[in-house]
């Protein structure tokens, strides 16, 4: 199984500063047919998670372009350039190149 | 407005039998494939399987923990995506999502495997 290791486990930022979270793969996520498969998800407190980025770097519609993901093979980020309150909850890195699809442990994100 | 609805989730005793149900609305259904997560409450996010689109061969794949305990099919003349499980354990215990990796995460439904 492919391992997804997030790092920090947690951050507290002060509003309108920026983030930074790390994830990183076991193997590299770039597929053949040349995407590749790392997607990141927020989940705030008590609700079910929500698709921030798909294949690496592509925002889904209606999402802030205060976040932004990059990275290439086993390497990943995702970044927020000025925190807000609604950002609060936990983040999530996902591959889905391989079966079984694995997560990484989320890293938790408040505001200070 | 992309909507998947989850359905089912009660406590059940070890070794029964239950049935999730998800209601997909706002997009194309029959193009997409569905997967289920699950997530035992305070915890990580664990892929329990999938089944893809029927032009994509309608075949399902699942997690080593719940594979021949669990079925996952799809009607999509209802709009709908299900999860058979069987032979349950405490360790099912969880919120059950169904979702579109890439779109979309139902709202959850919880189940509990306790006797």
């Known amino acids: 199984d492919i391992v997804m290791t997030q790092t920090p486990l947690s951050l507290s930022v002060t509003p309108g500063q920026p983030a930074s979270i790390s994830c990183k793969s076991s193997?590299?996520?770039?597929?053949?047919?040349?995407?590749?498969?790392l997607y990141w998800y927020l989940q705030k407190p008590g609700q079910p998670p929500q698709v921030l980025i798909y294949?690496?770097?592509n925002r889904l519609s209606g999402v802030p372009d205060r976040f932004s993901g990059s990275g290439s093979g086993t390497d990943f980020t995702l970044k927020i350039s000025r925190v807000e309150a609604e950002d609060v909850g936990v983040y999530y890195c996902?591959?889905?190149?391989?079966?079984?699809?694995?997560f990484g442990g989320g890293t938790k994100v408040e505001i200070k | 407005e992309v909507q998947l609805v989850e359905s089912g989730g009660v406590l059940v005793k070890p070794g029964g039998s239950l049935r999730l149900s998800c209601a997909a609305s706002?997009?194309?259904?029959?193009?997409?494939?569905m997967n289920w997560v699950r997530q035992v409450p305070g915890k990580g996010l664990e892929w329990v399987g999938r089944?893809?689109?029927?032009?994509?061969?309608?075949?399902?794949d699942y997690a080593a923990p719940v594979k021949g305990r669990f079925t996952i099919s799809r009607d999509d003349s209802k709009d709908m995506v299900y999860l058979q499980m069987n032979s349950l354990k405490t360790d099912d215990t969880a919120v059950y999502y169904c979702?579109?990796?890439?779109?979309?995460w139902g709202q959850g439904t919880l189940v509990t495997v306790s006797s």
């Open positions: 089944i893809k689109s029927k032009t994509d061969g309608g075949t399902t």
């Open positions: 294949e690496v770097s």
């Open positions: 979702s579109i990796l890439r779109l979309k």
């Open positions: 996902m591959q889905s190149i391989q079966l079984p699809l694995t």
């Open positions: 706002g997009f194309t259904f029959s193009n997409a494939w």
């Open positions: 193997q590299s996520l770039l597929h053949s047919d040349g995407k590749t498969y």
